[in-house]
């Protein structure tokens, strides 16, 4: 059984991967608007995982996700989540 703390690193390692793949692809070209790329392909499954465990309960999931309710709907408004 994989501890918290082991996902963690394991989520780590999978972004590192995906972007030593990324300035691989880039052939040379500059990278542009790293940050804003990689949280968005991060944050908005996040955001649909952590509703869905907590069963479309957004309050629920706010509190899993170490947010405020507010800055939840925010977010799904962002991301077009319903």
């Given at each position: 059984m994989n501890?918290?703390?082991?996902?963690k690193c394991e989520l780590s390692n999978s972004v590192k991967s995906s972007l030593?793949?990324?300035f691989k692809d880039l052939d040379g070209e500059s990278p542009h608007a790293?940050?804003?790329m990689?949280?968005?392909c991060i944050e908005k499954?996040?955001?649909?995982?952590a509703?869905?465990?907590a069963g479309?309960?957004?309050s629920k999931a706010a509190e899993i996700l170490g947010l405020?309710?507010?800055?939840?709907?925010?977010?799904?408004?962002?991301?077009h989540i319903e």
């Amino acid at each position: 059984m994989n501890s918290p703390i082991m996902n963690k690193c394991e989520l780590s390692n999978s972004v590192k991967s995906s972007l030593d793949q990324y300035f691989k692809d880039l052939d040379g070209e500059s990278p542009h608007a790293l940050y804003d790329m990689v949280l968005s392909c991060i944050e908005k499954p996040l955001l649909e995982y952590a509703l869905q465990y907590a069963g479309g309960n957004q309050s629920k999931a706010a509190e899993i996700l170490g947010l405020n309710r507010n800055t939840l709907r925010k977010k799904m408004k962002q991301y077009h989540i319903e």
